[in-house]
T-cell receptor
Framework: TQLLEQSPQFLSIQEGENLTVYCNSS?????LQWYRQEPGEGPVLLVT?????EVKKLKRLTFQFGDARKDSSLHITAAQPGDTGLYLC?????????FGAGTTVTVRA | NAGVMQNPRHLVRRRGQEARLRCSPM?????VYWYRQLPEEGLKFMVY????????ESGMPKERFSAEFPKEGPSILRIQQVVRGDSAAYFC?????????????????FGSGTQLSVL
């Protein structure tokens, strides 16, 4: 069983549409990170959220950390084909990261 | 500034052979973490090392797996007598040192991984 549950597992949308990926857990984390992974490559850190209720924006990406620090969401506005990839959330306790299984996002041109 | 370097990128072994995976952290990083990724399961923590020290190996199988990070040279993840279930992508990450001697896990940089295939 995964400590962090991501939904949906797969998401396919048309260019220009919006999408939201969810990351939920029954555990509290000191911080939560979002990564993006391309096939055959390692994950690349997008953002770290630390404070409950925190919202961070990275261009068209908006990340939110739940008030209780158990869940998070990633919202992409006006998705582009370049946003295609595997998005992973990871909850941190000390130095250990617990990863979700990931959401595969496909943006069609 | 070179990133985290892992080699080989692909490793094929027959059952019973040994696999050695290498990881050179980013310059200035003294903390190394190994993760294993199976399809549709996400990455699983295996071990956390500092130079010449294993800090936490709670994610490592008790048998056949070992890791080291010597004073000089790369970190090595060693799997003895490999079995088909060891087939996976193995990722190494490094981080700079933080307060209290722990790594700054919020600033992890991952390598491109080693895909291990056991025949």
């Amino acid at each position: 069983t995964q400590l962090l549950e991501q939904s949906p597992q797969f998401l396919s949308i048309q260019e220009g549409e919006n999408l939201t990926v969810y990351c939920n857990s029954s555990s509290v984390f000191s911080s939560l990170q979002w990564y993006r992974q391309e096939p055959g490559e390692g994950p690349v850190l997008l953002v770290t959220v630390v404070t409950g209720g925190e919202v961070k924006k990275l261009k068209r990406l908006t990340f939110q950390f739940g008030d209780a620090r158990k869940d998070s969401s990633l919202h992409i506005t006006a998705a582009q084909p370049g946003d295609t990839g595997l998005y992973l959330c990871a909850g941190a306790r000390d130095y250990k990261l617990s990863f979700g299984a990931g959401t595969t996002v496909t943006v069609r041109a | 500034n070179a990133g985290v370097m892992q080699n080989p990128r692909h490793l094929v072994r027959r059952r019973g052979q040994e696999a050695r995976l290498r990881c050179s952290p980013m310059k200035g990083h003294s903390h190394v973490y190994w993760y294993r990724q199976l399809p549709e399961e996400g990455l699983k923590f295996m071990v956390y090392l500092q130079k010449e020290n294993i800090i936490d190996e709670s994610g490592m199988p008790k048998e056949r797996f070992s890791a080291e990070f010597p004073k000089e040279g790369p970190s090595i993840l060693r799997i003895q007598q490999v079995v088909r279930g060891d087939s996976a992508a193995y990722f190494c990450a490094s981080s700079p040192p933080g307060l209290g001697g722990q790594g700054r896990y919020e600033k992890l940089f991952f390598g491109s991984g080693t895909q291990l295939s056991v025949l």
